[in-house]
């Protein structure tokens, strides 16, 4: 009996993945990915991949998904993932995963997947173009959390619900087979909730069109920033900084001394959101210029970037071939 992978470094271990699914705006960046670049500092060990086998269910151009990949895989690197603390690998690249799944499908209820709020979601907008896929999209992701045998699953609020469904089929897999999935807990970002669109209504969203994109070119971000929709409370008159948008994105990255500072400005009279914007502005070109230089750079050494996702998928897979085995045991085929 092989070695349970999960227990063999001593070590709590985190394992996420995003889709790539266009170019990244601040809603992913800190909904998402800045934490996860941040919990390879945890003392855990730490998994993240690029899930192109799930960016099929809605990309039909093959040149324009191996872009989008390319993309995050810069936009990660950019941000500061440090391939020698964190495996960082392509969903594809590792065949279990697609094995697995059928084998997670055989015992994976309809009637679970069709409680999936993706789904349901898809269904709800009338779309004809629901395929299996879509359907068994959280099966996939189950596999993908499950072959790793995290501790921990840091996600987006959104995607509890698949953390959830991992663990479940995961306790049913044992229950009919023996134990051989560990059940992971989803770790979610509680505290930054959402990230507001520039709309001031909907969570910011590529689906929305209310995005501000982290690595577009400075002429776009002042574009989005100045088009960020605000009240139409006058110049002189004093503000709310709690109801503004502007103001919210603003928190995401400044200090308590500097939240502190711009409130005072609204609350008093003269201080119109055109200026509060600028300030916007300014933080985000700085938070990001650093990034933006070293993604340049990496962008000029994609073999180097190529490398880093081949090296993050020999690490995975040498666990992913274990369960694989230990899997195939428990259910019967490896006579
Ligand atoms: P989009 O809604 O633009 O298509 P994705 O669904 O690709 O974004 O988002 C990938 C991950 O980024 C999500 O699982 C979620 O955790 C995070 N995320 C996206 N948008 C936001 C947001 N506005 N606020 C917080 N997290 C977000
Ligand atoms: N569905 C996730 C998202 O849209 C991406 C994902 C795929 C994922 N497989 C995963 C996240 C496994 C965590 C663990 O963001």
Redesign the pocket.
């Known amino acids: 009996m092989p070695l349970s992978p999960a227990k063999s470094s001593g070590k709590k271990r985190i394992l996420s993945g ?2 790539p ?2 170019i990244q ?4 960046y ?4 800045k934490g996860h670049v941040e919990l390879q500092n945890s003392g855990m060990e730490s998994f993240i991949f690029i899930a192109d086998l799930h960016s099929l269910t809605t990309v039909r151009d093959p040149k324009k998904l191996g872009e989008m990949v390319i993309n995050l895989a810069l936009d990660y690197l950019a941000i500061g993932l440090d391939p020698n603390k964190t495996a960082f690998f392509r969903q594809s690249d590792i065949p279990e995963h697609t094995e697995l799944t059928w084998i997670l499908n055989c015992i994976t209820p309809v009637s679970m997947l069709e409680q999936a709020h993706a789904y349901k979601d898809t269904l709800a907008k009338g779309s004809k173009d629901s395929t299996a896929g879509l359907f068994d999209y959280p099966v996939l992701m189950a596999v993908d959390i499950l072959i790793y045998k995290p501790d921990f699953v840091p ?5 509890k619900q698949h953390v959830e469904i991992a663990r479940d089929i995961a306790g049913k897999f044992n229950r009919i087979y023996g134990d051989v999935f560990k059940l992971p807990d989803p770790m979610i ?1 509680e505290l ?6 520039t709309d001031g209504v909907n ?5 929305y069109g209310n ?1 501000i994109n982290m690595f577009a070119d400075e002429k776009t971000i002042k574009k989005q920033v100045m088009g960020i929709v605000t009240d139409s409370t006058p110049v002189d008159a004093p503000k709310n900084p709690d109801k503004d948008t502007v103001y919210k994105l603003y928190s995401f990255f400044a200090n308590e001394d500097e939240k502190t500072s711009l409130a005072e400005k609204y609350r008093a009279s003269g201080f119109g959101y055109g200026e509060a914007k600028k300030l916007l502005l300014e933080k985000i070109l700085e938070h990001f210029k650093p990034f933006r230089v070293e993604r340049e750079r990496l962008k000029q050494n994609l073999g180097f970037v190529k490398d880093i996702l081949k090296r993050g998928a020999d690490k995975a897979r040498e666990i992913a071939s274990v369960t694989k085995a230990e899997v195939w045991e428990k259910v019967g085929l490896n006579i």
């Open positions: 995003v889709q699914s266009g705006h601040l809603g992913n800190f909904g998402a990915m996600v987006g609020k959104d995607q970002h930054l909730g959402f990230v507001v669109g969570k910011m969203s590529k689906s995005v």
